[in-house]
């Protein structure tokens, strides 16, 4: 069993930058799992942000936050992050991590753990 804790969201201004925080623990992860960042906004389905591989560090992410947000992870720590930078309003939502992905997937159905979810909102 693995158990996913958030920290780091808030109110910020378009242009800002924020860094979430997801850590987990309960479990050893292998080089099979990826770790990877949802979110979800008011009335609309939840979309694919980022992922990456817990083991090896590879990583991918949606087209929309390309060249802004950044995916990593400390593996010691069994923490991963999501750096935000150039927030626009259109990046308001719940923000989740989420774990034991397969490898490459962009759909939060084929993960098995989920944090708590926190709320990011940048205002214009």
């Known amino acids: 069993q693995v158990q996913l804790v958030e920290s780091g969201g808030g109110l910020v201004q378009a242009g800002d930058s924020l860094r979430l925080s997801c850590a987990a623990s309960?479990?050893?992860?292998?080089?099979?799992?990826?770790m990877g960042w949802f979110r979800q906004a008011p009335g609309k389905e939840r979309e694919f942000v980022a992922a990456?591989?817990?083991?090896?560090?590879?990583?991918y992410s949606d087209d929309s936050v390309k060249g802004r947000f950044t995916i990593s992870r400390d593996y010691a720590k069994n923490t991963v992050y999501l750096q935000m930078n150039s927030l626009k309003p259109e990046d308001t939502a719940v923000y989740y991590c989420?774990?034991?992905?397969?490898?490459?997937?962009?759909?939060?159905?084929?993960?098995?753990?989920w944090g708590q979810g926190m709320q990011v909102t940048v205002s214009a």
């Open positions: 989420a774990a034991n992905g397969p490898v490459g997937s962009r759909a939060n159905y084929e993960y098995d753990y």
């Open positions: 309960g479990r050893t992860f292998s080089r099979y799992t990826t």
């Open positions: 990456i591989s817990w083991s090896g560090g590879s990583t």
